[in-house]
């Protein structure tokens, strides 16, 4: 991980606020799902992506029943053919 050279105070409520110019680098918009993550002492913000609830991949997720399963779970269960 690389410093971004930005600080910012966490708020009363526990916010912060990420700079406009990081935002756009990441295209991250308002009302996008952010994931927060741990990695030791570190705390990763990362643009949420839906993993599979079976395998946890991330590639050709799709919503099945209000929850993310990829393609090949979903042809292991049968409900697509390869």
């Known amino acids: 991980m690389k410093p971004a050279g930005v600080v910012r105070k966490v708020d009363q409520l526990g916010r912060i606020v990420l700079p406009k110019s990081l935002r756009k680098r990441y295209q991250m918009n308002e009302g996008d799902p952010v994931e927060i993550l741990v990695q030791g002492d570190h705390i990763i913000l990362e643009r949420y992506r839906p993993r599979c ?5 991330m590639e050709e997720v799709h ?3 209000e929850r993310y399963v990829c393609a090949e779970c979903m042809i292991d269960m049968g409900y697509l053919q390869r």
Not at 53 to 57: A, D, W
């Open 53 to 57: 609830v079976f395998c946890s991949s």
């Open 63 to 65: 919503e099945f029943k």
